[in-house]
């Protein structure tokens, strides 16, 4: 497969020349209903490269790696893919180019019915007549290479996040493609996981002989991957060419987008941790009271001792974050705080109770009532209003007057600045505003915890901001202790006031920002300053 580099879902056909783009987009305009997403984009992929695009949220990069493979045809302009104008051939004609073209998505797209090895060569199983042995043997040389050479006959289900993701690199590989398109293939992962596929993308590019676009919000993989890179911003792409030239444009959307990530993961000194540090130290505290803890907590489901003694207090009315790999145990930790989990062994403690000495309605009653949750997605009723959605809480099984609810939907609307969008439908709220409506919505029973489940994950730089400060402002207006599950260490380091790395089960460490940017343990700083080597 290595040698012959000949697409194997096109055996006979010849690979596109190298000095010649493998796709050009040429004053592109695209429309949906009354919304102009693309106003006019000129962009070249260049053969063998790697091109990646950036941009805010919703500014039609998705919309863009679509247009690439014939998914989405262009209102005006032309999209030409390998020397193929896509508007003027058919459907036809457009799926054989999509064989030398391969996608690999944000949300993996796995069949979970299919083993890694069925997942991996199903292309080549459904369009080609090589056998079993010979497709299970390109698998399981693909998986070597990408380290999971144990996991060939594991099922979706049993996977990490990670895992998940070098199992849709491998799929979108084992044709031999000629270029790959890549949706924010680090989404949701930690800083160690994202340097690691980072250079598998390198790799599989280098070895496969592969031209890669990639759309990615996180500019440290961008710096590290991008040959050229892209900036969509107003419907056209506002700048593009080396990531150095790129992140130096004056263009004043440019800035806005690169002001909180130009020098992440560029070394101590230059890393964005270490930045906060020097633009904000925090000032002095009284030591706060306890309003969680856990004591020699351990949890086992089966063989798989996922909680190895973790001992942790959650301080009242601060904000504690907790940081680790995939598969670490920080949600299965906090699912023993809400009072989801019972421990294997140990103790957990919440509002002073005892949470293993409390019956289902106890718990539901005197512990997680007192709790909100924002989730990644918002989680907001598409067929409510906003206004709905803030009273959803209020009105669902509770008897309270009308009048009271209204007063306490347009006090917390006030107060998270969606006051302007409650007559609106979720479908016609940014997602800035959605993260703002759903947690408006938690804060409506006015809870004294809030947790937070991987709030900036998929978010954009000045969106992550955003976040970031909605958080803030939350805690503080509604005095309220927060607990946030986090990958991001840009973020982590700008929000927390104790920050609890979890290792594989274990607590590694737990303290303030500076005790962690100091913690001699290899494992907390590899982790923190993940990639901030050249």
Known sequence: MAESRQNLLLPGAARWPTDQPVVELRGVHKSFGDKHVLRGVDLVVEAGKTTVIAGQSGSGKSVLLKMMNGLELPDEGTVTLFGEDLARIGERQRTELRKRCTMVFQNYALIDSL??????????????????????????????????????????????????????????????????????????????????????????????????????????????????????????????????????SEHPAVKAFVADAVVERMGRGEHPVDQVAEAAEPEP??????????????????????????????????????????????????????????PTEGRVEVFGLDLSELSARELQQKVQSRIGMLFQGAALFDSMTVRQNLAF????????????????????????????????????????????????????????????????????????????????????????????????????????????MIYKGELRVAGTPDELRTCPDEEVQRFIYAGSGD
């Not at 439908?425 to 800035?432: E, L, R, T, W």
């Not at 998929?458 to 939350?474: F, K, L, N, W, Y």
């Open 115 to 248: 083993s890694v090895a069925q997942n991996i060569g199903f292309p080549l199983a459904q369009n080609t007549k090589m056998k079993p042995a010979e497709i299970r043997k390109l698998v399981a040389e693909l998986l070597e290479m990408l380290e999971l050479g144990h996991a060939i006959d594991q099922m979706p289900a049993s996977l990490s996040g990670g895992m998940k993701k070098r199992v849709a690199l491998a799929r979108a590989v084992i044709t031999n493609p000629e270029i790959v398109l890549f949706d924010e293939p680090t989404t949701g992962l930690d800083p160690v996981m994202i340097e690691f596929v980072d250079a598998l993308i390198r790799r599989t590019q280098q070895q496969y002989e592969i031209t890669s676009v990639i759309i990615s919000h996180d500019m440290a993989s961008n710096r590290r991957l991008a040959d050229t890179m892209a900036i969509l911003a107003e419907g056209r792409i506002v700048e593009s060419g080396g990531f150095r030239d790129v992140i130096g």
């Open 285 to 342: 505290v009284e030591p706060a009271q306890v309003i969680a803890r856990v004591e020699g907590l351990h949890k086992r489901f089966g063989q798989n001792h996922v909680l190895k003694g973790i001992d942790l207090e959650i301080p009242k009315e601060r904000i504690t974050v907790v940081i680790g790999g995939s598969g670490s145990g920080k949600s299965v930790l906090i699912k023993h705080i809400i009072g989801l989990f019972r």
């Open 393 to 500: 809480p209020l009105i669902e099984g509770r008897r309270q007057k009308k009048k009271a609810v209204a007063e306490r939907v347009d006090e917390v609307a006030e107060r998270l600045h969606v006051q302007d969008i409650l007559e609106r439908m979720p479908s016609a709220i940014s997602n800035g505003q959605r993260k703002r409506v759903g947690l408006a919505r938690a804060l409506i029973t006015r809870p004294e915890i809030m947790v937070y489940d991987e709030p900036t994950t998929g978010q954009d730089p000045i969106m992550m901001r955003r976040v970031d400060d909605m958080i803030v402002e939350a805690a503080e207006a509604f005095d309220i202790t927060s607990i946030v599950i986090s990958h991001d260490m840009l973020s982590t380091f700008r929000i927390a006031d104790q920050i609890a």
